[in-house]
T-cell receptor, first 108, second 117 residues
């Protein structure tokens, strides 16, 4: 299983970039890293995923280290609506195994 | 992506009773999953709902407590049986439209908020 480690919480100022780290040192060569977020009282929302190349979409950018032992999710311009729990997840045997995630609070 | 509808969105039940939660998807999907999220906790996978065969349960979850049906590629139900207050949780349906292959995206419903008195 691809176990992941994230800081329990972090604050970010509105309008600034939010950089969310994740360690996944046990990830295997063909396991993707997925990022989801869960805004209070809602189901998890897919953000982005990657294997070894950096990825970018309309929501965020994902930077994966060359050794694939860690990654960083970047929210380029955080807004108050980005306040949520962010999960970094390794896909194992087709199943998403959620860890504790990082509680991100965006402040005005 | 996939649009997922869960019913009911919330319920309050008496201990000893059972509740069946429905998950409807707007398109045929290969994989369907059921998760539980206890208060203040992260999500835990209960089982994979297999179309036309018995569900595959994760460690700590059993069919007698959480029977699952999946009659077709767009619909599944999860029953929480003989409920106790410890079953108070959010139950979430997730779908993987393109199967279990690496790199495929899973989408989640809004969840069913269950309180057991």
């Amino acid at each position: 299983d691809a176990k992941t480690t994230q800081p329990p919480s972090m604050d970010c100022a509105e309008g600034r970039a939010a950089n969310l780290p994740c360690n996944h040192s046990t990830i295997s060569g063909n396991e993707y890293v997925y990022w989801y977020r869960q805004i209070h009282s809602q189901g998890p929302q897919y953000i982005i995923h990657g294997l070894k190349n950096n990825e970018t979409n309309e929501m965020a950018s994902l930077i994966i280290t060359e050794d694939r032992k860690s990654s960083t999710l970047i929210l380029p311009h955080a807004t108050l609506r980005d306040t949520a729990v962010y999960y970094c997840i390794g896909l194992s045997w087709g199943k998403l195994q959620f860890g504790a995630g990082t509680q991100v609070v965006v402040t005005p | 992506s996939a649009v997922i509808s869960q019913k009911p969105s919330r319920d309050i039940c008496q201990r000893g009773t059972s509740l069946t939660i429905q998950c409807q998807v707007d398109s045929q999907v290969t994989m369907m999953f059921w998760y539980r999220q206890q208060p203040g906790q992260s999500l835990t996978l209960i089982a994979t709902a297999n179309q036309g065969s018995e569900a595959t349960y994760e460690s700590g979850f059993v069919i007698d407590k959480f029977p699952i049906s999946r009659p077709n590629l767009t619909f599944s139900t999860l029953t929480v049986s003989n409920m106790s207050p410890e079953d108070s949780s959010i139950y979430l349906c997730s779908v993987g439209p393109k199967g279990a292959g690496v790199g495929n995206i899973q989408y989640f419903g809004a969840g069913t908020r269950l309180s057991v008195l």
